[in-house]
């Protein structure tokens, strides 16, 4: 992710979570915080802060040093944190409000806040898709966080990670496969890579290429599209194996573009959203929970 963010974005962020100004005779844009609501409100986020002074440059100053830290994630659980859709139950149009407001500063740092399911995320400008939002949707409706953790994970490190980026897209799409396998009380393969579990999932599922059910128009369509997503899914598993991380970086260790990466996510969250889907089409009585 481009971080630092600018001092307009730190200064903005700072408005939303203290709501301004005291004395200031305009209402809020945010949430109006006094200093011990707003300690409270960043140790909810996992970061010290102790108000020694006035609550809003005290804030400004501890969001200024976590803009400068080599670690970004705090930052992004702060900003994440003040559009926090619980927070604002009782007056949505506010939510709408401060998104549109964040949105009009952090578009100059390359950044967007957008909804996906019922969280907001942080995500790079043009690197969210409508696949991930629907993705997004689908993980935050079923009891299955363990693919929003890995979609994360690699929407953070496409740009300065690569690497662990294509790591956590191939760990969604065998989170996905894993699930529905043990819901279904199969067997897990012997070879728990990703082609082996979705080899494994294809058959209850009812994907496998050789089924004869098919509407003989469209056979021939639904062979090649069925045949083309197990060469993605070999894919993703060969990229993992020769470019992420999983396995350590040896010496002279060439980096990965960051399209590819973001190929290797997109490719991922499609796949995991189709075989979710179908999960659910076929057993529209059944959740899939988190394995």
Not at 6 to 12: K, L, T
Not at 183 to 211: F, M, T
Request: proline share 5%; with cysteine.
């Amino acid at each position: 992710m481009p971080f630092p963010l600018s001092p307009q974005s730190i200064d903005a962020v700072a408005e939303i979570i203290s709501g301004g100004a005291g004395n200031s005779t305009m209402p809020p844009i945010g949430i109006y915080r006094s200093g011990p609501r707003i300690e409270k409100f960043m140790r909810g986020c996992n970061v010290d802060f102790q108000l020694t002074g006035s609550r809003v440059p005290c804030l400004v100053e501890r969001l200024i040093a976590l803009n400068r830290a080599a670690e970004y994630e705090p930052l992004v659980r702060v900003i994440e944190a003040a559009t926090d859709p619980r927070d604002f139950v009782a007056d949505p149009e506010r939510l709408s409000t401060v998104i549109e407001y964040l949105n009009g500063v952090l578009a100059f740092d390359g950044f967007a806040l957008q909804r996906q399911g019922l969280a907001i995320r942080l995500v790079t400008v043009g690197q969210a898709s409508p696949v991930l939002e629907k993705l997004g949707g689908v993980v935050d409706t079923i009891s299955f966080d363990t693919v929003r953790l890995d979609i994360d994970r690699a929407l953070a490190s496409v740009n300065q990670d690569p690497e662990d980026a294509v790591t956590a897209a191939c760990s969604a799409v065998e989170s996905v496969c894993r699930s529905i396998l043990i819901e279904l009380g199969e067997d897990l393969p012997a070879k728990k890579d990703i082609q082996g579990l979705y080899n494994a999932v294809k058959k209850p599922l009812a994907l496998d290429a050789s089924r004869t059910d098919i509407n003989s128009q469209i056979e021939a369509d639904v062979r090649t599209i069925l045949g083309g997503l197990s060469t993605v899914i070999s894919g993703i598993g060969a990229l993992r194996t020769h470019a992420g991380d999983a396995h350590g970086r040896e010496r002279g260790f060439v980096r990965i573009d960051a399209r590819i990466a973001s190929l290797a996510l997109h490719s991922a969250s499609t796949v995991s959203l189709f075989l979710i889907e179908t999960w659910q089409r076929k057993f529209p009585d059944r959740d899939l929970r988190r394995h």
